[in-house]
Every structure is written in C-alpha cells, then in structure tokens.
C-alpha cells in the first residue's frame, strides 16, 4: 500500500508541471570536461549530450551524457542528473510570453559512472553542485545556449572534489515552443 | 617602362586583396588522438589566425595558421602542434536546416582543409586534412562545429594521429 501511495505521488509530481502548463522538453548538445580528480577520468574533452525537460516556470531537469571522444572516440560515459532553478526570473511563463532571454541557473544532482570499482560498474558516484552564469534563450524562442557552467563534484567514495567544466551547451527545443502557443 | 607598369599592376592585383574585410582571428575547443602513444593525446584551445582574400560562392579559399594548447592525459600542461594551411569552402547556401543554432539567418559553407602539421614531439613532416561539415557564416563570424581531422606522416604514409575540434569560433575583424 505504501509502495502505491509513493507511485502515485510520484505520478503526480512528474505530470503536475505539464498540466500547468509550463513543461518543455529539448535536446542538448555541448561540450564537457572533468578536471581536477586524481586517477581517473584522463580525458578533458567530452561531448554533452542528453534532454532538458522543464518542469515548473522556474525549474528544471537535466538528464546529460558526457561521453570522452579523445583518446578514445565514445570511450566512456558518465551521467548527470541534475536539478536547476532559474534565478534571475521565469524561464517559461507557459503561455505566449516569453520567459527571461538572459537567465543564471543554480543546481543540484548526481553523477552517475564507471569511475569506482575498476570501472566495473556504474554507479552513482558524485554529488553535483553547479552553477551556470549565462543562458540565452528560452524554451518559448526554441533554443537557448548555455555558457561557462562550473560544476563541482564530490566523489563519496574517493571524498575527492573536481570540477566539470561545460564551455558551452545547445538546447534545441521540441515541446513548449511559441509553435505550441499560436 | 612597360615593365614598371607591369609590375605596378601586378603588385595592386595581389595586394588589393589585403585591404578587402578578410582577417580573423578564431578560438576553438580540440582534442588530438595519437596513433602510437595514446597518453600523448591532448586536448584544450585552439587558437587560429586567419586570412580570407575572397567571398566566391563557391570554393572561397581562406589561408589558415593555427596553434594549440592543452593538456595531455597525465594532465601535463603542452603545446602539441602548430598547423599553417589552406581552406576551401566548397559552398555558400542560406537555404539549410542548420539555422537551428544561430538567432539570425546564416549561411551553411562546409569546407575542407589541407594544412602542413609540425608536432611538437615528432621530427616527421605531416599533413593535417580536415572536414568542416557544420560550418555556419555570417559576415564577420564562423561557427563550426564537430570538425574532424587527420595527420599523415608525408614519408610514410601512415595516419600519424586523428583529432576533433568540437567547436570553433572565428571573428573575420577586418
């Protein structure tokens, strides 16, 4: 029973946001990198790429690939989840104006990989706090970019703190469009 | 006399390009694989100069300089390799489905490249071919995205290394 109470919240909080109509999905592609962890993840250049859903007028989910391509083209991947709350002002106003074109975003999430255990499994590994100065763009006006978004990252099993580093990422939007408001 | 006036025509007609809006300068993301010792592999900013006498429609040359600086997989600060080569744009269209990744109409002008490669490690002489298949222009900027590479050993033909340069921005100033 209690296991169904749960289901169901969670139900509804996943597809409260899109009855209220500020829910937008998009597709994101970047770059990434890791620096600062001692013995593991060699590779500095990786691609970003995942979806960004909105799920409130002022936050967010990221869910985000960063796969190394050098020296190994997809060699490995690590996931991110992370939440992010607009903090300049609303990044969808859900109708046909449009949310803030220039916004900051402050999150928090996990990294998921292969970065423990002799990379035998993937397992959540980091704790994520990140912060991205500049967006430009909104969901309304189908994309927006991302600039200079430092993540730190604590490893809870190494207690090591790194940095990811996303020079720039892309979101390309498919749901919550101004086409979605004509 | 005839000879002066020859070569007063000439020098204009080579030089008249130097004055047309056609320096840049550009700054991009890299990543370089090499074949033989994997941990040599580096990645980091790319910096490139450029010159653009033209604007044709169509196989526009440009003459590049380039020079990197990155960090190889022990994390060791390094300046892998410096390129000087020619680009071709093989076309110029607006009519594209990249417009997508700039805010004001562009134009899609995928082109390739042949640069003479001097690694900084290696004594061998090396030519760099590229591919910009996602190159994106506006007047006085480049967008290019996911452009890969290669480097061949002149005397042996072998691939000496493969690289990406997943974003590249070039401001033409002049």
Redesign the interface.
Known sequence: MRKLICCLLLVVSVFSPLSAGTFDLGLTLG?N?HFGEKGSD????K?AWGVTLGLTDLWELELQANSS?????FGDTSFVILAQKAMLGQRSTGGKVAGLGINSLLGAGIMVSNECFDGEFLLPTHLLLSVTPMSV?NPIS??RERALAVTLAYNVFTSQVSVLFD??K?D?YLVGTYKDYL | MKRIVLMVVAFSLLASPLVGRSLGYGVG??????IEE?AA????VELSFVYQPWLLPVGNPSLIAKAVM??D???KLVFPYVEFGLSVDLFRTIHHPFN??A?NVVAYDPAVSVSYHRDAEAPSQLLSISVSPFKLSQKDFWYEFFVPSVSIDIQTGKVASW??A??RYTYIFK
Do not use: A, D, W
């Open positions: 770059t990198s060699v590779s500095k250049m691609l391509l050098i020296p190994r083209f763009g189908c994309k020079l720039i892309y390309f | 993301f890299y990543g370089q694989s090499i994997e592999s580096s990645s980091g990155g960090t997989m022990t994390g997508l990744f805010n690289g990406i997943l974003i």
